[in-house]
């Protein structure tokens, strides 16, 4: 079992910045990949980052290019996600989430793990 707990979430402004971090605990950690979600109210979870664990590729929503930035330390199984320019429109529920193996990395179902959520509310 893999448990994944985020921080970093707050209140900040609009033009802000915020990095989340995501902790990975459990049996040997070794996803393929690791992600970013994000759940805004009233709107279904979407699709914000990914890292791959080994060759740190990464792949990004149209929302986040340009202003979002995933990265990892393996040594730390630690994933982060470091949001510049912050929006209202950014404002969501933030999940980190592991998958194991290589498919359709930007859907839900692609992903075995998932932590709890870390607010981030942007003010205009």
């Known amino acids: 079992q893999v448990q994944l707990v985020e921080s970093g979430g707050g209140l900040v402004q609009a033009g802000d910045s915020l990095r989340l971090s995501c902790a990975a605990s459990g049996r040997t950690f070794s996803p393929y990949a690791m992600g970013w979600f994000r759940q805004a109210p009233g709107k279904e979870r979407e699709f914000v980052a990914r890292?791959?664990?080994?060759?740190?590729?990464?792949d990004y929503a149209d929302s986040a290019k340009g202003r979002f930035t995933i990265s990892r330390d393996n040594a730390k199984n630690t994933v982060y996600l470091q949001m510049n320019s912050l929006k209202p429109e950014d404002t969501a529920v933030y999940y980190c989430?592991?998958?194991?193996?290589?498919?359709?990395?930007?859907?839900?179902?692609?992903?075995?793990?998932w932590g709890q959520g870390t607010q981030v509310t942007v003010s205009s």
């Open positions: 989430a592991a998958a194991y193996r290589a498919t359709w990395l930007q859907r839900e179902s692609s992903y075995n793990y």
């Open positions: 890292i791959t664990w080994t060759a740190g590729a990464t």
